[in-house]
């Protein structure tokens, strides 16, 4: 152990104050004095989000001598030149319940490495060992993480205990994240791969076997789509298995995808209880996250663009490509549910329909494109407020329009005998079979086009060029007719209405966002606004605003009462029609598609 490069050591150490303490051995420092830095930010979360901010203490010494550290900047510390080994200890708060992280109390233990691992400045590269000790106080707790066990050597883990786990370089290190407690857990093998189930938190009855089932089927269906003929699971090269960490809570969603696992959150009330009968929404949607994040483990983890390879962890990193790595990722996702026969062609196209709904009542995607969306992702699709829908679009869900655009141009174009499916699979064998083997590149930010020609003989050029990298809309109804599936719209509601989106706070409806051109923004009223009144009636949260509009007719007028800050305000609005659409896709046909 001793011989070892770079060592950390972390324990929980102070469960109920939510504290880790780390310590860090450098067994050659800098001549010239070590720098330290943590990342500011966690790949596949494209925002700065300062994680040095909650290291609280930070100390060092060298020989049992105390070491000067100085810091350098937000995320960046310096000790003094000295003689190796260099031992830096310090202390990280973790009460951030999300998966990008990192939790601690009394019940469980999760991190991310970029919240708790100090990067040695040019030393990356070398292999590190990570020591992972108990909690203080409490016993029964096992480790799950897809970082291996430092087999061979003293102190080595075994399978789910504590002690020595490896990784070959602080890039492998920081993307293996741990959970310790004592959870539910499932094992299976999805084309002999072992998987991981790991669900912390209160879930009671949680039907696992048929848990099991689904994600297998999800988990072999895209095995065998990028590796049709080995069907070797990409992972291999980094781990001996692949986790699946949820944590349950209330209201929970979100994933962040890894190497080799990803990191969930998932809402009780969506996962299947024993002797429940049907398939919910609520469980449709916790499968098509299982099988997005999934998905990432090929595109995006091993397939990049070049501005993440490597990744810079001190700055962001821009790309006008997200709408291929998220988009692309996003209509897979449910696709993939459908290939692997847990969800029926009646849900999917469902699922297609709420994403177009999705996409058409956001203003903003006359004003921004995809690529452009991917490329301000740190500055605005991470950082919305009151006006994004106005002025943004998603290149999760417009990507994902755009990816099934290009499918079926690609099937049209090419008589049938290419899909997208063919791009991908190349993609995959030119940037991310190798990825983790030493050879590290990724997709140019204009080489996709190139690529699809190269693929499937079809020339997509325009189409990117007008739907992403311009605002137009995808022809979806006129690419889906001739494979028997229609798109149609039909109105959600016969209210009028004031064009805006609302929230519950407390007792009282506000004004979340108003509409660009909308009835709300004629009258002049605004985001924040507190509804009080309409035509002298008090409007009652959550549904009190409906109640009170349907009662009159399009263009008919009323008097709002508003609180602006502490201020009464009346305006007059002229109702709008229903501008609320639904988008209903359907097949003629039961083989449509």
């Known amino acids: 152990m001793n011989d070892a490069p770079i060592i950390y050591r972390l324990q929980p150490y102070d469960p109920t104050g939510h504290r880790y303490r780390v310590s860090l051995t ?24 300062d994680f040095s901010r909650q290291i609280e203490t930070l100390t060092a010494r060298a020989d049992n001598r105390p070491v000067a550290i100085d810091k350098l900047d937000n995320h960046t510390w310096r000790a003094a030149p000295c003689d190796g080994p260099l031992h830096v200890e310090y202390t990280v708060y973790a009460w951030d319940l999300s998966v990008r992280g990192a939790h601690l109390d009394e019940s469980h233990a999760f991190f991310n490495g970029t ?66 407690g004592t959870p539910q857990v499932a094992r299976f093998t999805a084309h002999g791969a072992e998987h991981e189930l790991v669900f912390t938190g209160e879930a009671p009855r949680l039907d696992m076997a048929r848990i099991v089932d689904d994600v297998r089927r999800i988990c072999e269906t895209q095995i065998a789509f990028f590796e049709p003929r ?16 949820t944590m349950v809570t209330g209201d929970g969603y979100g994933g962040l995808e890894h190497r080799a696992s990803t990191a969930l959150m998932a809402s009780r009330k969506d996962l299947p209880v024993v002797g429940q009968q049907g398939q919910g929404e609520g469980y449709r949607t916790f499968l098509g996250l299982v099988s997005h994040e999934y998905f990432h483990t090929w595109n995006v983890k091993r397939i990049k663009p070049a501005a993440f390879a490597p990744y810079r962890l001190d700055q962001p990193n821009l790309t006008r490509l997200l709408w291929i ?50 490329f301000d992702a740190w500055t605005r699709y991470y950082k919305q407020d009151e006006n994004s829908p106005n002025a943004l679009i998603s290149y999760y869900t417009k990507g994902a329009l755009v990816a099934l655009g290009l499918d079926l141009v690609i099937r049209r174009d090419s008589h049938g005998a290419y899909s997208l499916d063919d791009v991908m699979r190349l993609l995959w064998q030119r940037y991310g079979r190798d990825f983790y083997r030493g050879k590290p590149q990724g997709l140019d930010e204009d080489a996709f086009p190139a690529l699809v020609r190269e693929a499937t003989g079809v020339d997509v050029r325009r189409f990117v060029a007008r739907h992403a990298y311009g605002t137009a809309e995808v022809p979806l109804a006129e690419l889906l007719a001739p494979h028997g599936i229609s798109v149609q719209w039909k109105a959600a509601a016969a209210i009028p209405g004031l064009d805006v989106r609302t929230r519950k706070q407390g007792d009282n409806l506000v004004l979340a966002t108003v509409l660009e051109g909308g009835a709300a923004h004629r009258a002049g009223l605004s985001a924040g606004d507190v509804l009080v009144a309409v035509d002298g009636l008090r409007v009652e949260a959550p549904s009190g605003l409906d109640t009170l509009l349907s009662q009159y007719q399009p263009g008919e007028r009323v008097r709002v009462h508003v609180f602006r800050r502490d201020e009464l305000r009346a305006y007059t609005v002229r109702l709008a029609a229903p501008a609320a659409l639904d988008c209903v896709v359907s097949a003629e046909s039961q083989n449509a598609g």
């Open 230 to 245: 080995t069907k070797r699971a990409p992972f291999l090269d980094s781990s001996d298995r692949y986790v699946f960490m």
């Open 26 to 49: 450098v067994t050659r420092p800098d001549p010239h004095g070590q720098c330290l830095a943590l990342p500011a930010w966690i790949p596949g979360s494209y925002l700065i989000r």
């Open 115 to 180: 919240s708790v691992f100090l990067r040695v400045q040019g030393q990356e590269a070398e292999p590190c060992l990570v020591d992972l000790q108990p909690p203080r106080g409490i016993d029964g707790w096992k480790v799950y993480t897809s970082l291996p066990e430092a087999r061979g050597v003293t102190g080595a883990a075994r399978r789910h205990g504590f002690g020595l786990y490896r990784a070959p370089g602080y890039d492998a290190l920081i993307d293996h994240p741990v959970e310790m």
């Open 325 to 374: 790595f998220e988009g692309f990722t996003s209509y897979y996702d449910d696709l993939q549910l459908l290939r692997a026969g847990v969800i029926t062609q009646a849900d999917y196209l469902r699922l297609l329909g709420k994403t177009v709904t999705g996409v058409a009542r956001t203003p903003g995607r006359h004003k921004q494109s995809v690529a452009e969306s991917s």
